[in-house]
């Protein structure tokens, strides 16, 4: 049986799935540190983490026969990719299982903005009744400038043409536009034309100061301004200037440059304290469908690995899809990325007369992937002559 461990209090879902499946799952609610985590993984095949276990390349060598280790998470940082993909270790995460959690969370903050309620709360709470319709207005017929068309600002896109909004976007990707939405050519032309300005970049180091004070001046008088995306896109002390001043008639943000480590520390942010501006931590992608999502997802590409030796959405391995229908035998070899590998395994296989039945290689970077079908078991002798080919990083016959 494969020796699963899930930390973290990962969703049940994905412990249910991978124990339907026949896997010898433990799990343990919360992370550990490096000395718990090699202590624990010794006999591991795969290992579940989220974001506060941090796998690095002391915990990865002291962990000879994990095969996958499965971020059930967004982000990847915690671990040590490059370590990992040395000794051969597929990574998987869930990319796109908050996507809807954030959109959602955008449209309904647009509309509190543009409907001013975080104020008109703010004041009911105190005992204040301010009965009036100025500076309300309905989203209808606003146009929402998207500022990244990616899986998030697109999904934004479609659902906020269906609230009867007007959608403009810029991407520094020439992105399919969807529905009616218009691509602008530069962000300034975005910024003339949106009565709503969203963020939905991606981290990427260039995104740093991204939005600051030479934005926010082209943005529309009495605009809004979201951002759930990065906190290092946003000049905050710009931001409270031109909410201040009137220029920016509400925000609302997700994320921060500097965000507490652990919850219940105190958070510090120029934001605080200002009207019509809706501060929340960290949560856009954070609902109770997205972590079901994350457990099922990230699980089922655990199973798709270690059972058939699929990489499809693997965060550092090539990504090769190969039949899961009935077969003879599988054989999974990583290598360096180099000329002839490719050959050199044929050559043996051909050698000893084991007959291909199927076979895909991909590369990326450093690495290659080949799995090849392959009609009867194939014997030691064999095996242990393709494992033992100069650039070869790992083999995996699998039945
Ligand atoms: N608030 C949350 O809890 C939460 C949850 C999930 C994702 N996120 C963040 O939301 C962002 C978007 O996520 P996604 O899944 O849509 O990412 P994605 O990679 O699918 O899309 C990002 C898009 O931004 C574009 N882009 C990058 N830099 C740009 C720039 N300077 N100007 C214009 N376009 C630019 C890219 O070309 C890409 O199309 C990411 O930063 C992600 O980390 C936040």
Redesign the pocket.
């Known amino acids: 049986m494969t020796t699963v461990l899930l930390l973290e209090s990962i969703h049940t879902l994905g412990a249910d799935f991978l124990r339907d499946k026949g896997y010898d799952v433990k799990t343990h609610d919360g992370a550990l540190d490096e000395d718990e985590l090699i202590e624990a993984i010794q006999d591991i095949e795969l290992l579940g983490i989220r974001s506060t276990t941090y796998l690095t390349e002391k915990v990865l060598n002291a962990a000879p026969h994990l095969l996958a280790v499965g971020a059930f998470c967004?982000g990847t940082n915690q671990i040590d990719l490059p370590a990992a993909t040395a000794r051969g270790v597929a990574v998987f995460n869930a990319?796109?299982s908050?996507?809807r959690?954030?959109v959602e969370l955008a449209i309904g903050e647009i509309i509190a903005l543009a409907r001013r309620l975080h104020e008109k709360n703010t004041d009911m709470h105190a005992g204040i009744w301010n009965k009036s319709a100025a500076g309300s207005h309905e989203v209808r017929g606003r146009t929402l400038g998207i500022?990244?068309?990616?899986?998030?600002?697109s999904q934004l896109s479609v659902i906020a043409e269906a609230l009867g909004m007007r959608v403009i976007f810029?991407?520094?990707?020439d992105?399919l536009a969807l529905g009616n939405a218009r691509k602008c050519a530069t962000?300034e032309e975005l910024l003339a034309e949106a009565d709503v300005v969203s963020l939905?970049?991606?981290?990427?180091p260039?995104?740093a100061g991204?939005f600051g004070e030479d934005q926010m001046v082209l943005m529309k008088p009495r605009s809004l301004f979201l951002n759930?995306?990065?906190g290092i896109t946003t000049d905050t002390a710009a931001l409270r200037r031109h909410v201040e001043s009137g220029h920016i008639a509400g925000a609302a943000v997700?994320?921060f440059p500097i965000e507490p480590k652990r919850q219940g520390d105190p958070f510090e942010s120029d934001l605080r304290g200002l009207k019509n501006v809706i501060l929340t931590p960290?949560?856009?992608?954070?609902t109770e469908e997205a972590q079901q999502d994350i457990g099922r997802f990230v699980a089922s590409k655990l199973d798709a690995y270690s059972r058939f030796g699929n990489t499809s959405l693997s965060v550092n391995l090539p990504e090769i899809s190969m039949s899961t229908h009935a077969r003879g035998h599988r054989l999974a070899h990583l290598h360096q990325n180099a000329p002839g590998v490719l050959a050199s395994i044929n050559g043996v296989l051909g050698q000893r007369g084991v007959n291909v039945e199927a076979q895909s290689l991909a590369t990326k970077g450093t690495v290659g992937y080949v799995v090849t079908d392959v009609s009867a078991e194939v014997g030691d002798d064999v095996l242990d002559e393709v494992a033992t080919l100069p650039d070869s990083i790992r083999l995996r016959q699998i039945s």
């Open positions: 967004i990319p796109y908050n996507t959690s954030v500022v990244g068309y990616g899986n998030i600002g810029f991407d520094v990707d992105k962000i939905h970049v991606d981290g990427r260039g995104n991204l759930l995306s990065r997700d994320v960290h949560v856009g992608g954070s």
